[in-house]
C-alpha cells in the first residue's frame, strides 16, 4: 500500500489506521466481530473492500462450479451404472482406464493439454477467459452469450473430472455391492422386470452415499477451482485468491478462507436435510418397528 | 399328485482351478398341500436346489443337467421362460427379513409392482388386493401399514410382509428358504402356523428348507436330506426322524440336543476318535486347578443398565432400560444358563460381567470383590485375567491378520510378560491340543479353518489365562448342529476337568438344557424366574418360561 516515497510518519499513520499497532488479540477480536458483520476490511492492493470484490468476483466462480458439479453428477452416475451392471466388457474396461487417468492426472495438466487441443491446435474453443458477460445487476452470467458458453466448457470439463471419475467409482461399487443384495435377489425372484430391478431398486438404493460424497465434493470443487481458475485466467474468486498470496493481502486471503468454511458447512447441512427426504430410515424417528 | 417333480438336477459352480458340485443328480417330487422339508448342514446344497427350481443361482454357478417339472409344464425348458414363472407361479421366502425388502420403497409399492409384473390389473385393484393379503398374513391395520417402510416393521411382521410378497400373484410352488431362522422362537412358530395354514387354505406345494429338526419334526410331512450336493434320503418325516436308514442322517438325528431330557454327552456317530480325550489332559499340569468349594463365586446385585438414544438429556423417556433389576449368583463349578429371545438383555449382563459396559447402577461381585467399583486398571487386570469370554461369531471374533499361535499368545503375554518364547510355544501347543486341534494349526491364519475350528481357537484363546469364570455368547448359534454339538462336548470335558465355572448364554432351550445345571430366563431385561435345569424344563413357574417351553420346536413331537 505504500511506496517507496512513503515517508516513516505516514507509514506509522496508516500502520495505525488499519490497526497493526494494536495487540494481536485487539485485532483478533476485532476481525472476528467484523467478519460476523460481512466486513473483511479493504484489500491492500485492490484498495477496495473485500466484501465488494468477493460479490463481484462470485457468480464467476458459481457457474463455474455449478456446471462442472452437474457434469461430474450427470456423467458420473451415468457410467457408473453402466460399468456396475456390465462389469465385463470392452466399453467398462475403457471407461475404468480413463478414469484411472482421470485420478492420477493434476487437474492443470489436463487443463493445458485441453487448451493445446481445443484452442490451439483445432482452434475451436477459446483457451481463457469467460467470454462476454451480461450484467443482470446483482449477477454477471456467461451463459447468455454464444462467447460465454463456448468460454465455460473447458474450465467446467477439466474442473469435473476429477469428481467424476470419483463417482463412477464409488456408483460401480455401490451397484455391484446393491445388486447382490438379499432384497435384490428377493426381486428377482418375485419376477419383477430387470430394468425396475437396476434403476429403480438397485439405482435409488445407490445413490444414497452418492449424495453424500457428492456434498462434500462440491466444496472440494471450489477448492480446485483455484487451479483451474488459474489455468484458465477465469475471473473468478480463486484467480482472486492466487493473485492475493502473491501480493500478500491477507484481507481478501482471509475472507475467501471464511467463505469457503461457510459454503461447506451450508452444503453438508443441505445434504443432510435432503437425506431426510431421500432415507426413510431417518424420516421415521421413534415409532420404528412397532407391531 | 404329484405336482412339482426334479429330476436329475445338478448345478455346477465353475471355479478356475475346478469345478464345485454343489448339487448332484437330485430327484424330488412335492404334492400340493403337502410341505416338504429339506434339511441339512452349511454346504449341503440344499439352498441351491431351492434356488435353482427358479434358476436363481450367483454366477459363476449354474444348472448344468435336470429338469423341474410344474404339473405338466417343463420350467427350465429354456433359462428365459423361467422368469415369467417367478413370483407367478413359484413363489420364494428368504432367510432374513431384515434384507429381503427394499429399505427404501414402501411395502405397498413392493406389493404393488409384483402384482402389476404379473397380473392385468390397475392401481386399485392391486392396492385392494395388497391389503387384503396383508390382513391375511396377520399384519393388522393393514390399510395404514401398506404405506410404512419397511423398517417400521418388527421381524416377524417383515417375515409376514416377505410371504404376502411371495403369495401375491398366487403361486402354486413356495419355497421357503430358512424363513424362521433369524427369528424368535416365538415369532418362529407363528410364521410357520402361518406357513401351514396358507398351505391348507391355498392348496400349495410347499418347500421349507431348513438345517432345525425341531421344525421339521412340528411343520413337514415329507423330508428330503442332504449331504455335499447329494440327496441321502427321502420320504416321510417320521419314518426318517425315528428309523433313518442312512449313516448319515442318523449322526445328524442323533446330534440334535433332545428336548425331553438331560444327556451327558452327544452321541456323535461319524468320525469320533476315542483316544483323544487322554489330550485334554496336557494343559491340566500347567493349570492352576482350584478346587471347588461350594460358594459363590459370582454375586449380582440390581444390575441394571439403560442405553441413552440422547447423550444430553439423560434418563429421558427415550432411555431403554436393557437390564432391569436383575440379581443372581453363580456357584463355583457350576455351569449357570441364561435364556431369552432377542433384546431380553442377556448378551448385556455378560458384557457387564466382563467389564465391556458400565452398569448403569447394582454391583458385580466376582469372588467377594465387588468389581464394578474398580477404578484402576492395574486392579481391573487381575478380574480380566479370571473372566474369559467367548462370542457368538467365530469368523468376527478372531483378528484375519494374525496367525493363530499369535492369537493365542496375546492374552498370555499381556498378564505375563516374562514368559519365554520355548514355553510360551509349548503352552500354545498344549492349548491347541486341548481343544483337540493339531499343533499345525499355529502357523495357519483363521481364514483357513471352518466356523466349528474357529470356535475351538477362540476356546483355546479364552482358555490362555487360566480364567474360572467362562462366559460363553450363544458360542454355538452360528455352528451346524453336528459341529455344535462336537463343541458343547468340548466345553462340557474342558469343565469337568479344569473345574471351569461357565456363565453359558444361549436362546436355545435344548441346548442350554443339555449344558446348564440352573437356569435364568430373562425377559425384557428382567429376570422372570431362576431353576434348576429339570425343575425349569418339568415343572416351570413363571408363564412366560412356560410359554417359551410350549412353543420350542420339538423333535421329539414326532412320537406322538
Known amino acids: 500500500m505504500v511506496g517507496e516515497e512513503t515517508s516513516d510518519e505516514e507509514r506509522a499513520e496508516l500502520r495505525d489506521t488499519l490497526g497493526l499497532m494494536d495487540p494481536i488479540h485487539v485485532q483478533f477480536s476485532r476481525f472476528i466481530v467484523n467478519a460476523s458483520k460481512g466486513e473483511f476490511g479493504i484489500s491492500y492492493q485492490l484498495r ?29 452416475t451415468l457410467l457408473g451404472v453402466y460399468t456396475g451392471i456390465n462389469r465385463k466388457g470392452f466399453l467398462s474396461d475403457f471407461v475404468l482406464a480413463i478414469s484411472l487417468l482421470g485420478v492420477s492426472l493434476p487437474t492443470f495438466v489436463i487443463g493445458i493439454l485441453f487448451i493445446y487441443l481445443f484452442a490451439v491446435i483445432l482452434g475451436i474453443l477459446p483457451s481463457f477467459g469467460r467470454g462476454e458477460v451480461v450484467d443482470l445487476g446483482f449477477w454477471t452470467t456467461g451463459f447468455l452469450t454464444v462467447s460465454g458458453l463456448k468460454a465455460i466448457i473447458l474450465p467446467s470439463v477439466t474442473l469435473s473430472l476429477f469428481q467424476m471419475t470419483y463417482i463412477i467409482r464409488l456408483v460401480r461399487a455401490e451397484m455391484m455391492e446393491i445388486l447382490q443384495t438379499d432384497y435384490i435377489k428377493f426381486a428377482r425372484a418375485r419376477g419383477i422386470s430387470e430394468n425396475s430391478i437396476k434403476y429403480k431398486h438397485a439405482l435409488k438404493n445407490g445413490l444414497i452415499p452418492v449424495i453424500t460424497i457428492a456434498g462434500i465434493n462440491i466444496g472440494t470443487l471450489i477448492a480446485f477451482s483455484i487451479i483451474t481458475e488459474t489455468v484458465f485466467q477465469w475471473p473468478g474468486m480463486g484467480f482472486l485468491f492466487i493473485q492475493a498470496v502473491q501480493f500478500v493481502d491477507i484481507p481478501i486471503m482471509s475472507a475467501y478462507l471464511v467463505f469457503i468454511a461457510f459454503v461447506f458447512v451450508m452444503i453438508n447441512f443441505i445434504v443432510d436435510i435432503l437425506y431426510y427426504f431421500i432415507d426413510p430410515r431417518i424420516r421415521v424417528k421413534g415409532d420404528t418397528a412397532s407391531g | 399328485m404329484t405336482f412339482l417333480k426334479i429330476n436329475n438336477l445338478s448345478v455346477d459352480y465353475e471355479m478356475r482351478k475346478e469345478t464345485v458340485y454343489a448339487a448332484k443328480n437330485v430327484n424330488i417330487e412335492v404334492n400340493k398341500g403337502e410341505i416338504l422339508g429339506l434339511v441339512g448342514e452349511s454346504g449341503s446344497g440344499k439352498s441351491t436346489v431351492g434356488n435353482a427350481i427358479i434358476n436363481l443361482i450367483d454366477d459363476p454357478g449354474k444348472v448344468s443337467s435336470g429338469s423341474v417339472f410344474l404339473g405338466d409344464l417343463n420350467i427350465h425348458e429354456n433359462s428365459e421362460s423361467i422368469i415369467k414363472y417367478r413370483g407367478n407361479k413359484i413363489g420364494l421366502i428368504f432367510q432374513d427379513p431384515q434384507t429381503s425388502l427394499n429399505p427404501i420403497l414402501t411395502v405397498g409399492e413392493q406389493l404393488i409392482e409384483t402384482i402389476q409384473t404379473h397380473l392385468k390389473s390397475s392401481k386399485e385393484e392391486a392396492k385392494n388386493k395388497s391389503i387384503k393379503l396383508l390382513q391375511e398374513v396377520g399384519i393388522k391395520d393393514a390399510e395404514k401399514r401398506f404405506n410404512n417402510y419397511p423398517h417400521q416393521f418388527s421381524g416377524g411382521m417383515r417375515q409376514r410382509v416377505v410371504i404376502s410378497l411371495a403369495l401375491c400373484c398366487e403361486p402354486e410352488l413356495l419355497i421357503a428358504d430358512e424363513p424362521t431362522t433369524a427369528l424368535d422362537v416365538s415369532i418362529q412358530s407363528q410364521i410357520l402356523e402361518l406357513i401351514k395354514k396358507l398351505t391348507k387354505e391355498r392348496n400349495l406345494a410347499v418347500i421349507l428348507i431348513t438345517h432345525d429338526m425341531g421344525v421339521i419334526a412340528e411343520t413337514t410331512d415329507r423330508v428330503a436330506v442332504m449331504k455335499s450336493g447329494n440327496l441321502v434320503e427321502i420320504g416321510e418325516t417320521k419314518k426318517i426322524l425315528t428309523n433313518p436308514k442312512e449313516n448319515y442322517t442318523k449322526s445328524l438325528v442323533s446330534s440334535v440336543p433332545p428336548t425331553n431330557k438331560k444327556i451327558s454327552r452327544f452321541i456323535i456317530v461319524e468320525k469320533e476318535d476315542k483316544n483323544k480325550k487322554e489330550n485334554n489332559i496336557k494343559i491340566l499340569n500347567r493349570w492352576e486347578k482350584k478346587e471347588i468349594i461350594n460358594q459363590d463365586l459370582v454375586q449380582i446385585k ?26 443372581f449368583n453363580i456357584k463355583e463349578g457350576e455351569s449357570f444358563g441364561l435364556v431369552g429371545e432377542s433384546g431380553s438383555g442377556k448378551s448385556t449382563i455378560a458384557k457387564m460381567i466382563v467389564s465391556l459396559f458400565k452398569p448403569t447402577s447394582g454391583d458385580i461381585f466376582f469372588d467377594k470383590v465387588c468389581i464394578t467399583k474398580i477404578k484402576q486398571r492395574s486392579e481391573l487386570m487381575k478380574f480380566r485375567k479370571q473372566i474369559q469370554m467367548i462370542f457368538q461369531d467365530p469368523y468376527s471374533s478372531l483378528n484375519g491378520r494374525l496367525k493363530v499361535k499369535d492369537i493365542i499368545a496375546e492374552p498370555i ?75 458343547l462336548n468340548l466345553l462340557k470335558d474342558l469343565q469337568e476337568q479344569l473345574n471351569l465355572t461357565i456363565l453359558f448364554i444361549s436362546h436355545d432351550l435344548p441346548v442350554v438344557r443339555q449344558m446348564c445345571d440352573r437356569i435364568g430366563v430373562l425377559k425384557d431385561g428382567k429376570l422372570c424366574e431362576i431353576s434348576e435345569t429339570e425343575d425349569l424344563f418339568l415343572k ?12 420350542m420346536p420339538k423333535i421329539e413331537s414326532i412320537y406322538n
Open chain 2, 302 to 327: 440390581n444390575l441394571n443398565k439403560s442405553f441413552d438414544d440422547n447423550f444430553f438429556t439423560e434418563n429421558s423417556k427415550n432411555s431403554v432400560m436393557a437390564v432391569n433389576d436383575v440379581s
Open chain 2, 540 to 551: 416351570p413357574t413363571h408363564e412366560y418360561t412356560r410359554e417359551l417351553l410350549r412353543l
Open chain 2, 413 to 487: 503375554t499381556l498378564h505375563n510378560p516374562s514368559i519365554t518364547n520355548i514355553d510360551l510355544n509349548n503352552y500354545i501347543y498344549d492349548l491347541l491340543e486341548s481343544v483337540e486341534l493339531t499343533q499345525k494349526s499355529a502357523d495357519r491364519y483363521p481364514h483357513e479353518f471352518s466356523g466349528g475350528q474357529r470356535q475351538r481357537i477362540s476356546i483355546a484363546r479364552a482358555l490362555a489365562t487360566q480364567p474360572r469364570l467362562l462366559v460363553c455368547d450363544e458360542p454355538t448359534s452360528a455352528l451346524d448342529v453336528s459341529i455344535q454339538a462336537q463343541i
Open chain 1, 48 to 76: 477496495r473492500p473485500v466484501s465488494e470484490l468477493i460479490v463481484e468476483r462470485l457468480p464467476a466462480t458459481i457457474e463455474l462450479v455449478v456446471i462442472s458439479a452437474l457434469i461430474a453428477l450427470i456423467t458420473g
